[in-house]
C-alpha cells in the first residue's frame, strides 16, 4: 500500500483526532515512518504499538470508536512507547518511569495549545503525575473523558447501578455489585463466586 502523503494524512485524520492536535499527529506519524490502524472496539485495550519486526516499520493501532479527545491521549500513550523502544531498542518495564517521562514530553505541549476542554486538562494534569498502563484506571479523566462520547447506548457505568445489582460487563461476565473499597467495588463473580475489585467507571449491563 502507498504512504499517505501529508495532506492525505491529515485529511485522514481530521475526524478522529481535535483539530489543533491535527499536526502533532502528522508529524510523528511522518517522523517516525508510524503504520497506523484504526481498529474496531476492543473492550481490552484502546490502542496497541508494535515495534519494527521482518521489514514493518512502526505500527500503531487505535480503536476507532474513542471520542477525539480519548483517541489523542490514547494516539500519545502509544507514541510514548515507540519512543521508549528508540532509546533502547526494546522495551523494558512498559509503564516504567522511561515510558511515563515519554508520555509527559509527548502531552506537555498539547495542555497548552486549547486542544482539550477544561474539564479534561484539570483531569490530565492530576492523570500525569504518575501516568498509568492505561489511561481507563483513572476515575477522574475517564469521567471527564466519557462526557465527549458522541454515541450514548443501553450501557451504564458501575458506579450508576444499585448495591447488590446483578450485571455483566462486555466480555460477557456475570457479577454482583458489592460495596465500595477506596475507588473501586467489590464484585462477585456469579459462576467462580470469586470477588473482584470493578472500576466504577466499567460499562455494565443490568441483568433483571
Known amino acids: 500500500m502507498a504512504r499517505l502523503n501529508i495532506e492525505q494524512l491529515e485529511t485522514a485524520l481530521k ?6 492536535a491535527l ?8 517522523q517516525n515512518n508510524i503504520s497506523l490502524r484504526i481498529s474496531k472496539s476492543r473492550h481490552s485495550k484502546y490502542g496497541d504499538y508494535r515495534p519494527p519486526f521482518k521489514g514493518a516499520g ?12 480519548a483517541f489523542l491521549i490514547t494516539f500519545v500513550h502509544e507514541v510514548a512507547h515507540l519512543n521508549q523502544w528508540k532509546h533502547y531498542k526494546a522495551i523494558y518495564e512498559p509503564h516504567g ?13 498539547l495542555l497548552h495549545e ?6 479534561v486538562v484539570t483531569a490530565l494534569k492530576n492523570y500525569m503525575h504518575n501516568p498509568a498502563a492505561t489511561s481507563c484506571t483513572d476515575h477522574d479523566l475517564l469521567k471527564a473523558l466519557r462526557e465527549f462520547d458522541v454515541e450514548k447506548n443501553e450501557w451504564l457505568t458501575l458506579e450508576e447501578i444499585e448495591m447488590d445489582a446483578t450485571f455483566r460487563i ?19 463473580d456469579v459462576r467462580t463466586k470469586s470477588i473482584y475489585m470493578i472500576n466504577p467507571l466499567t460499562e455494565v449491563q443490568v441483568i433483571m
Open 97 to 109: 518511569k522511561l515510558w511515563k517521562n515519554e508520555y509527559k514530553k509527548l502531552m506537555m505541549p
Open 15 to 20: 475526524k478522529y483526532v481535535p483539530a489543533k
Open 58 to 69: 512502526h505500527r500503531i493501532s487505535i480503536n476507532g470508536d474513542l471520542n477525539p479527545y
Open 170 to 188: 462486555r466480555t460477557g461476565r456475570k457479577f454482583i455489585k458489592k460495596q465500595k473499597l477506596r475507588k473501586n467495588y467489590s464484585c462477585i
Open 23 to 30: 499536526h502533532y499527529c502528522v508529524d510523528w506519524i511522518a
Open 114 to 119: 486549547h486542544i482539550f476542554p477544561a474539564t
